[in-house]
């Protein structure tokens, strides 16, 4: 597998089990699970930069993401392959360059068009079917760290 010079995932399903929580005022919340920002360190340990592509557009992610140190942020996105071939155009890189984690339909086309290709376990049949790797955990249970150490062949941190 190549190592790839971008990474780049959804959020909803991906870093989150994709419940979205309501409270009686309208707050909204979502559960991100620690582990996932041992991927965004190792990715910039490698000078890999990270990209958050997600059709959602809530200030929750972008805390998250500016917590973390994520080197691109699109939220309200409609067409996730417009926006990743455009980042490589401004990169001066190829889409088989970029390493995709996504989990539903709206991340069919990125996937089927990046280098590598991934889903968590939780994702449906049809996205799981167009990937090359398929994380062990699903949804919010850390895929994003594990998809990060299975492209980076990251066996052992030191």
């Avoid at 059709?55 to 805390?63: L, S």
């Avoid at 062990?136 to 990060?148: C, H």
Wanted: aromatic share 8%.
């Amino acid at each position: 597998m190549k190592k790839p010079k971008l990474v780049l995932t959804d959020i909803d399903g991906v870093w989150t089990d994709g419940g979205m929580y309501y409270d009686q005022t309208g707050n909204e919340w979502k559960k991100f699970h620690t582990y996932d920002s041992a991927g965004v360190l190792f990715c910039h340990q490698q000078d890999i930069p990270v990209g958050i592509i997600t059709g959602e557009d809530t200030d929750i992610v972008r805390r998250r993401a500016e917590k973390l140190g994520v080197d691109f942020l699109f939220q309200g996105v409609k067409n996730k392959l417009k926006v990743a071939t455009d980042l490589c155009q401004k990169l001066n890189l190829s889409m088989s360059d970029v390493a995709y984690i996504g989990d539903d339909i709206n991340d069919i086309e990125l996937l089927k068009n990046c280098g590598i290709s991934a889903s968590p376990s939780s994702a449906p049949s049809y996205i799981q079917n167009v990937v090359t790797l398929i994380t062990k955990k699903g949804g919010g249970e850390g895929a994003f760290r594990e998809f990060v150490e299975t492209v980076l062949n990251i066996r052992d941190y030191k």
